[in-house]
């Protein structure tokens, strides 16, 4: 029973355009939720979170949404590089436990 | 500086064997896990140590022992290997029970059971 879905596997977007990444969750307890975005080879790198206090959170480039009412998140990238190039993790928590539930990953490829 | 360390980053082993993962981190954090990638991608949570005491322990098979001399280590050890053992298996780290819980992971390590 997957708690925290990534219904897209992979995303192509064109280089300075925006990259949406979906996220659902089923689980009403979750009260803070990250991205991670990974290359091969490595581990998960964290890239922005938000609290379920807020709707919108905003680094540099990235900014995560939350619509709690519709349990869904989005990371926008704007404008998206090739570097961005990677599969991006949604993982959520309910900050009793410190415990992570992740998403299947959504690979994103941005073309020069 | 690496701030959560794996070895080894790749391990070949046979089915039966016994192997061990380590990791560290040196970012003075208090807890740190184990997660497990599977051959579809979904990162899994297998157990959390805090102050190196055992607080998550997900379902995973008593072949699996985490163990945590001190608080910078987090070393798994795997009994009796399995083929469906084969995975990627990454370490993190994060500090106990902040508002945030950004948690910090290490290289993975890529475990092959023949």
């Known amino acids: 029973d997957q708690q925290v879905k990534q219904n897209s596997p992979s995303l192509s977007v064109q280089e300075g355009r925006i990259s949406i990444l979906n996220c659902d969750y089923t689980?009403?307890?979750?009260?803070?939720f990250l991205w991670y975005k990974k290359y091969p080879a490595e581990g998960p790198t964290f890239l922005i979170s938000?609290?379920?206090?807020?709707d919108k959170n905003e680094d540099g480039r990235f900014t995560v949404f939350l619509n709690k009412s519709a349990k869904h998140l989005s990371l926008h990238i704007v404008p998206s590089q090739p570097g961005d190039s990677a599969v991006y993790f949604c993982?959520?928590?309910?900050?009793?436990?410190?415990?992570?539930?992740f998403g299947g990953g959504t690979r994103l490829m941005v073309k020069p | 500086d690496t701030a959560v360390s794996q070895t080894p980053k790749y391990l070949v082993t046979q089915m039966g064997n016994d192997k061990s993962i380590k990791c560290e981190q040196n970012?003075?954090?208090?807890?740190m896990y184990w997660y497990k990638q599977d051959s579809k991608k979904f990162l899994k949570i297998m157990f959390s140590?805090?102050?190196?005491?055992?607080?998550i322990n997900e379902t995973v098979p008593n072949r699996f022992s985490p163990k945590s001399p001190d608080k910078a280590h987090l070393n798994l050890h795997i009994n009796s290997l399995e083929l469906g053992d084969s995975a990627v298996y990454f370490c993190?780290?994060?500090?106990?029970?902040?508002?945030?819980?950004?948690?910090?992971f290490g290289p993975g390590t890529r475990l092959t059971v023949l």
């Open positions: 689980n009403s307890m979750f009260d803070y």
């Open positions: 993982a959520a928590s309910a900050n009793a436990g410190n415990m992570l539930t």
């Open positions: 970012l003075g954090h208090d807890t």
């Open positions: 993190a780290s994060s500090q106990w029970r902040t508002n945030t819980d950004t948690q910090y």
């Open positions: 938000i609290s379920s206090i807020k």
């Open positions: 140590y805090n102050n190196k005491e055992l607080i």
